[in-house]
């Protein structure tokens, strides 16, 4: 269910709300120096009323559901539309709702982890050189071009404006590019440099404060973070066909597809436990030299020390280019993706689910971890399938893209025979602190070709 005034205005006057601080003063978003909190106080029932509209359907019992929603509040004499990030509190039946209001504090701090590398032409070209990535997106333009003839398109995300240009020269009538950063001047040039500027029409904004004067038949971006979700910018494509996309129209690309399978890589697993090693060997010289020298027992440091190396080296999962064979176990699908009608929950993560994946190796292997790459297609919409459809792969079958794939090390590796089953639970859930970051809860066991299970083992990975 979608948030609209309609409903949040049945609720509120239904709902006793105490605002704990001056609603007037704190319900101005976006003009504020300091971000400010409301905390309502709400009955049980009122919380999950509140929690179903705002979440959207979401499992408000989730570890870590939070996520921007347009929330129109309504009070007496006042009336107040924001964006807003809302966190659901562990106990959901008891406990309050909190309710930020997006700051210009928040839009910097959002700006200086992750829209500021996107104003650098040397990342734009980092995108430009993959040519996984390019050769993709230009075939499912140039080679549907009948599909762009006269059409008004919309580029979420421009950056130097590559999709725009080529959206033009496959013949839209109209082409609104959008991108945040200043490296819109910088695709402003490309366009023009061109000969596209008669069609392509550069607009510096985020596309959630977007205006445009009409709708549009295809919106194109790219969208994609490690293991697709990272970076939560499919937040944005979707607000934008909400609010823009006419019926029928077409989402470039239309569909994704997230796998996750068992891989073997004892090399880069043990390198980075004896990292971990070292760094602790290490400790160990500072801690004998510190009390030494200076006098000083460190000794009760060191365990949040352990636990803090443990998790940068262990528990952390990181970027990885891996070879075709180092997939020992069927991939399994954790999520598959409709872009034309997915909604803002869907796409806020991976519930939980159980996987198997069954040992694909001839001979006898070692499992060191697991491994979460993505796809994504274009291929039409419900009513019509594009003349040419095209895939784009980052699996470690199709060689180098600069999404590689993302790893995560098991702390003791498992000797696999072939017909033995890798099984378990996958979870992905964004980060409380930072929503465009996900963390995995993964547990694991092996399904011996004798149908007895060995241990289960549960780990909760980071995805930095
Ligand atoms: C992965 S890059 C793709 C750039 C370009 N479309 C290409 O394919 O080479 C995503 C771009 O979208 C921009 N962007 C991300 N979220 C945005 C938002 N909400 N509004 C406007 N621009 C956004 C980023 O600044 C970045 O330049």
Not at 7 to 29: A, C, E, G, Y
Not at 145 to 163: H, I, N, P, W
Not at 404 to 418: H, K, L, R, T, W
Not at 420 to 441: C, E, S
């Amino acid at each position: 269910m979608k948030i609209n005034s309609c409903n949040f205005l049945n609720i509120s006057v239904k709902l006793l709300v105490t605002f704990s601080i001056s609603f007037t003063s704190s319900l101005i978003p976006f003009k504020r120096s300091s971000p400010p909190k409301q905390i309502l106080n709400l009955s049980p029932s009122g919380f999950r009323k509140l929690s179903t509209l705002i979440m959207d359907g979401v499992n408000s019992k989730d570890s870590e559901p939070s996520y921007d929603a347009k929330v129109k509040v309504l009070g007496e004499n006042l009336e107040s539309t924001s964006f807003a990030s809302v966190v659901n509190a562990d106990d959901p039946e008891i406990r309050d709702v909190e309710i930020y209001m997006k700051s210009d504090k928040d839009k910097a701090t959002d700006f200086a982890n992750y829209f500021c590398s996107y104003a650098f032409l040397y990342h734009q070209k980092q995108m430009l050189t993959d040519h996984k990535r390019m050769e993709a997106y230009y075939s499912a333009v140039m080679d549907n071009a009948d599909v762009f003839q006269d059409k008004v398109v919309l580029d979420v995300g421009t950056g130097s404006g590559v999709l725009a240009v080529w959206s033009a020269h496959a013949g839209a009538r109209k082409v609104y590019a959008i991108e945040y950063t200043d490296m819109a001047k910088h695709a402003r040039r490309l366009v023009k440099a061109n000969g596209v500027e008669h069609v392509v029409e550069v607009i510096q904004s985020s596309v959630e404060e977007l205006e445009l004067p009409e709708k549009v038949d295809i919106i194109i971006s790219e969208w994609m973070g490690y293991f697709l979700l990272r970076e939560s910018m499919l937040d944005s494509v979707i607000k934008a066909r909400d609010r823009f996309l006419n019926p029928g129209g077409f989402m470039f690309p239309s569909h994704a597809t997230m796998y996750w399978a068992p891989i073997q890589n004892e090399r880069e697993r043990l390198s980075r436990q004896q990292e971990y090693c070292s760094t602790m060997q290490d400790w160990f010289s500072f801690k004998d030299e510190t009390r030494d020298k200076y006098n000083l027992n460190m000794e009760c440091l060191e365990l949040q020390f352990e636990q803090e190396q443990r998790h940068y080296y262990v528990t952390t999962g990181g970027w990885t280019e891996l070879w075709r064979d180092a997939v020992v176990g069927e991939p399994f699908v954790v999520k598959q993706i409709d872009l034309t009608t997915c909604t803002q929950p869907e796409i806020a993560g991976v519930q939980e689910l159980a996987f198997e994946c069954p040992i694909i190796t001839q001979s006898p292997t070692r499992v060191s971890g697991f491994a979460g790459w993505f796809s994504t297609d274009f291929r039409g919409n419900g009513e019509r399938t594009l003349p040419c459809p095209v895939t784009l792969s980052t699996s470690p079958e199709v060689g180098y893209t600069h999404w590689g794939q993302q790893v995560f090390y098991f702390d003791n590796a498992i000797d696999c025979s072939p017909g033995d089953v890798v099984k378990g639970n996958f979870k992905m859930v964004r980060q409380r602190d930072n929503i465009r970051l996900y963390n995995i809860y993964s547990s694991h066991c092996v399904r011996r070709m004798n149908g007895v299970d060995g241990p289960l083992v549960q780990t909760k990975y980071e995805m930095p």
